[in-house]
C-alpha cells in the first residue's frame, strides 16, 4: 500500500523558536497533501490543502504566516510553525492523495510537537 | 451547515459485535468513510462507502444510507487491540473530508 512517513516523530522545542515537519509519500506521487492538527481527545482539524507548484490553501482561523507550508514536489511537504507558543504543542498529522478524485487518504504517522 | 454526529463512547465485550453509527449532512455528498485511531496514533483506513448498502470487509463491515444519511461499523469477533477510536468522515461536493468527533470504543475482557 502507499506508505506516508513523517519526520520528526516527537519534537520538543522552546517557545519563539520555529520548527519544519517533513512529509514524503514513499512510494507514490502525491498531488495533494493535507495537513491535521489534533488536540488531545479531539478529532482531526485540516488545516491547510496544498497542491504541488502552488501556495497552499488555509482553512479558516489558521494563521498562514504562522504555519508555513512548502510543497515543492509531488513527493515532499514541509510544515514550518513559526515562533512556536505552548498552545501549538499538538499532534500533527500529514496526509497525501495521489490524484484528484483518489480521496482516500494516506496518512502519515503523525509529530508530536511540544512548546516548552 | 456540515455536521457529522456520533457517539462519544461506546463499551463491548472481547468476543462480542459492536455496531458503531454515524449520521452525517453536508453539502453534496461523494463517500463515507470510516478511519480507526489508535491513542498517539494517525487514523488508518478501514472502509469507503459511496452507494448504499452493506461493504464487508473481514470482521469490520459498513454500511451506508444515503437518503438517511447514516452510516455504521460493524466490528464483529471483538479483539483487545479493537480498542481505539472510529472515526466516521464525509466527503463534499468538493472532496473535502468533513471528520466527526470520533468514538472511543473501550473493549472489556
Known amino acids: 500500500g502507499a506508505v506516508v512517513s513523517q519526520h520528526p516523530s516527537r519534537v520538543i522545542c522552546k517557545s519563539g523558536t520555529s520548527v519544519k515537519i517533513e512529509c514524503r509519500s514513499l512510494?507514490?506521487?502525491?498531488?495533494?497533501m493535507f495537513w491535521y492538527r489534533q488536540f488531545p481527545k479531539q478529532s482531526l482539524m485540516l488545516m491547510a490543502t496544498?497542491?504541488?507548484?502552488?501556495?497552499?490553501?488555509?482553512e479558516q482561523g489558521v494563521e498562514k504566516d504562522k504555519f508555513l507550508i512548502n510543497h515543492a514536489s509531488l513527493t515532499l511537504s514541509t510544515l514550518t510553525v513559526t515562533s512556536a507558543h505552548p498552545e501549538d504543542s499538538s499532534f500533527y498529522i500529514c496526509?497525501?492523495?495521489?490524484?484528484?478524485?483518489?480521496?482516500?487518504?494516506?496518512f502519515g504517522p503523525g509529530t508530536r510537537l511540544t512548546v516548552t | 451547515g456540515q455536521n457529522i454526529d456520533q457517539p462519544t463512547e461506546m463499551t463491548a465485550t472481547e468476543g462480542a459485535i459492536v455496531q458503531i453509527n454515524c449520521t452525517y449532512q453536508?453539502?453534496?455528498?461523494?463517500?463515507l468513510f470510516w478511519y480507526q485511531q489508535h491513542a498517539g496514533e494517525a487514523p488508518t483506513f478501514l472502509s469507503y462507502n459511496v452507494l448504499d448498502g452493506l461493504e464487508e470487509k473481514g470482521r469490520f463491515s459498513s454500511f451506508l444510507s444515503r437518503s438517511k444519511g447514516y452510516s455504521y461499523l460493524l466490528l464483529k469477533e471483538l479483539q483487545m487491540k479493537d480498542s481505539a477510536s472510529y472515526l466516521c468522515v464525509a466527503g463534499d461536493s468538493n472532496y473535502q473530508l468533513i471528520w466527526g468527533a470520533g468514538t472511543k470504543l473501550i473493549i472489556k475482557p
Open positions: 453536508t453539502s453534496g455528498f461523494n463517500g
Open positions: 496544498s497542491n504541488e507548484g502552488s501556495k497552499a490553501t488555509y
Open positions: 512510494d507514490f506521487q502525491a498531488t495533494t
Open positions: 496526509s497525501a492523495r495521489a490524484g484528484d478524485r483518489d480521496y482516500e487518504q494516506y
